[in-house]
């Protein structure tokens, strides 16, 4: 049975909710409910059966499911509270959180929120994938699901849409369970992934990457895929004439990118960026008072480690919230991204800052030899040099408390070729 009051409730049972609540109870928090939908904590963990996990977090690689068991186990050593197979329905601006499961309905009132409710993928609908609509389209995530879980290969002639770092694993794993990949396709002129992946996934299995291509046709019988026409793009991703290729295939996987998992805060009224994360202070604290977001929810990240990383440091700032150490009436001064910027994190920064602050961002496309600048009107407060900047890596800078004080209503940031 669940309890009524709790110091702090995670939202979310994966990574960064387990790295969040354990950090959370190590610095003196005891009084922790995690809550998860699934049937097992870990969340997407479970089927990234590939390694290359936990270099950072635990100094040695591992699988996702190793990763995961690393964090479950120690929630459980820490006896911290989790309830699985449990819908949060809504969160209300006092804390009041409420929730589902076969038990019933429950209603918990908390000091303290961190949702960490992971992201999901864009599928055919979201992306108005041309043509007909048979079985056989299927996002890459759930295909690893089917495959690495639940034991079955979504098809046996295979191609990919997306050069994400899910798309490039998947034509890996699914070559070394016997499937034909046929190629794997992106928009961009540049690939989405890692650069690892690239060569890992497809260069070492001769998988062909076609960089300003995209799908212009799908075709199914009975149901059924049964071939996919790509062509060549312009640099505005119109076709170019003439340019279509076709391909016989069962499958086609669409790893065409991923969105936080953010209704549940935007129905308790949070407020959302452009790239539906929630808008945060340097805290991660949200425009609710007392309700944190980190992980995926609120940006996507590269790697689970960062994930890990993020939420831990967010323990810390609820712990100073429920202290009562946190300062509520900040007068916050935006953050702005400049052209060739994604997204930058935090967006807004009071006027009692912390000591310091790390700014998270990706940059659009890829780019060389270039100052990252932060600057307010004509003057420059810091520049930091990067030789290389590409969107499927996120970067960050930090910035010292003196260097903060400079800035007076809004801290600009921008990319600048290095003269």
Same mark, same amino acid.
């Given at each position: 049975m669940i309890k009524k009051h709790y110091d702090l409730v995670v939202i979310g049972g994966g990574s960064a909710g387990m790295a969040g609540a354990i950090e959370a109870h190590k610095l003196g928090i005891k009084n922790i409910l995690i809550i998860d939908r699934n049937d097992y904590l870990g969340g997407i963990l479970n089927q990234c059966v590939h390694n290359g996990f936990g270099l950072t977090e635990f100094k040695e690689e591992l699988t996702g499911p190793e990763f995961m068991t690393r964090l479950s186990d120690e929630v459980k050593a820490l006896n911290i509270e989790y309830v699985l197979n449990t819908?949060?329905?809504? !969160?209300?601006?006092?804390?009041?959180?409420?929730?589902?499961?076969? *038990?019933?309905?429950?209603?918990? =009132?908390?000091?303290?929120?961190?949702?960490?409710?992971?992201?999901? %993928?864009?599928?055919?609908?979201? !992306?108005?994938?041309?043509?007909?609509?048979p079985s056989g389209v299927i996002t890459a995530g759930?295909?690893? +699901?089917? @495959?690495?879980?639940?034991?079955?290969?979504?098809?046996?002639?295979?191609?990919?849409?997306?050069?994400? *770092?899910?798309?490039?694993?998947?034509?890996?794993?699914?070559t070394l369970e016997g499937a034909k990949v046929?190629?794997?396709?992106?928009?961009?002129p540049y690939s989405n992934g890692l650069n690892r992946n690239i060569v890992q996934c497809l260069k070492d299995y001769n998988i062909?990457?076609? @960089?300003?291509?995209?799908?212009?046709?799908? =075709?199914?019988?009975?149901?059924?895929?049964?071939?996919?026409?790509?062509?060549?793009?312009? %640099?505005?991703?119109? !076709?170019?004439?003439?340019?279509?290729?076709?391909?016989?295939?069962?499958?086609? +996987? @669409?790893?065409v990118g991923?969105?936080?998992?953010?209704?549940?805060?935007? *129905?308790?009224g949070v407020e959302l960026s452009r790239n539906k994360g929630a808008i945060i202070n340097e805290r991660y604290e949200t425009n609710i008072c007392g309700i944190f977001t980190a992980g995926?929810?609120?940006?996507?990240? #590269?790697?689970?480690?960062?994930?890990?990383?993020?939420?831990?440091?967010?323990?810390?700032?609820?712990? %100073?919230?429920?202290?009562?150490?946190?300062?509520? *009436?900040?007068?916050?001064?935006?953050?702005?991204?400049? #052209?060739? +910027?994604?997204?930058?994190?935090?967006?807004?920064?009071?006027?009692?800052? +912390?000591? %310091?602050?790390?700014? =998270?961002?990706?940059?659009?496309?890829?780019?060389?030899?270039?100052?990252?600048?932060?600057?307010?009107d004509n003057q420059t407060i810091k520049s930091v040099?990067?030789?290389? @900047?590409?969107?499927?890596?996120?970067t960050e800078i930090t910035l010292s408390l003196d260097e903060l004080k400079q800035f007076k209503q809004t801290i600009n940031v921008k990319l600048e070729a290095k003269q």
């Amino acid at each position: 049975m669940i309890k009524k009051h709790y110091d702090l409730v995670v939202i979310g049972g994966g990574s960064a909710g387990m790295a969040g609540a354990i950090e959370a109870h190590k610095l003196g928090i005891k009084n922790i409910l995690i809550i998860d939908r699934n049937d097992y904590l870990g969340g997407i963990l479970n089927q990234c059966v590939h390694n290359g996990f936990g270099l950072t977090e635990f100094k040695e690689e591992l699988t996702g499911p190793e990763f995961m068991t690393r964090l479950s186990d120690e929630v459980k050593a820490l006896n911290i509270e989790y309830v699985l197979n449990t819908t949060v329905t809504s !969160i209300l601006p006092d804390k009041t959180i409420f929730a589902s499961n076969r *038990d019933g309905y429950h209603i918990i =009132k908390a000091k303290a929120i961190l949702v960490t409710t992971g992201c999901y %993928e864009r599928n055919a609908g979201a !992306i108005m994938l041309p043509g007909e609509r048979p079985s056989g389209v299927i996002t890459a995530g759930t295909a690893q +699901l089917y @495959l690495n879980v639940y034991g079955y290969l979504v098809g046996k002639r295979v191609f990919i849409l997306g050069s994400g *770092d899910i798309g490039l694993i998947m034509a890996r794993r699914l070559t070394l369970e016997g499937a034909k990949v046929l190629g794997v396709a992106e928009i961009c002129p540049y690939s989405n992934g890692l650069n690892r992946n690239i060569v890992q996934c497809l260069k070492d299995y001769n998988i062909p990457l076609y @960089l300003s291509h995209t799908v212009s046709d799908v =075709k199914g019988s009975d149901g059924r895929l049964l071939g996919i026409t790509i062509s060549q793009v312009d %640099e505005h991703n119109n !076709i170019i004439p003439g340019t279509a290729k076709g391909f016989e295939c069962d499958t086609l +996987l @669409l790893p065409v990118g991923l969105v936080p998992n953010s209704p549940l805060l935007r *129905d308790a009224g949070v407020e959302l960026s452009r790239n539906k994360g929630a808008i945060i202070n340097e805290r991660y604290e949200t425009n609710i008072c007392g309700i944190f977001t980190a992980g995926n929810v609120l940006h996507v990240h #590269d790697l689970v480690d960062l994930v890990t990383k993020e939420s831990r440091l967010v323990a810390h700032y609820i712990n %100073e919230y429920l202290k009562g150490n946190s300062i509520i *009436d900040q007068i916050y001064r935006p953050v702005i991204a400049g #052209d060739g +910027l994604g997204y930058v994190l935090p967006h807004k920064v009071g006027t009692h800052p +912390l000591n %310091e602050v790390t700014f =998270k961002f990706r940059v659009r496309r890829p780019v060389k030899d270039v100052n990252v600048i932060f600057y307010e009107d004509n003057q420059t407060i810091k520049s930091v040099f990067k030789p290389v @900047l590409i969107p499927s890596e996120m970067t960050e800078i930090t910035l010292s408390l003196d260097e903060l004080k400079q800035f007076k209503q809004t801290i600009n940031v921008k990319l600048e070729a290095k003269q």
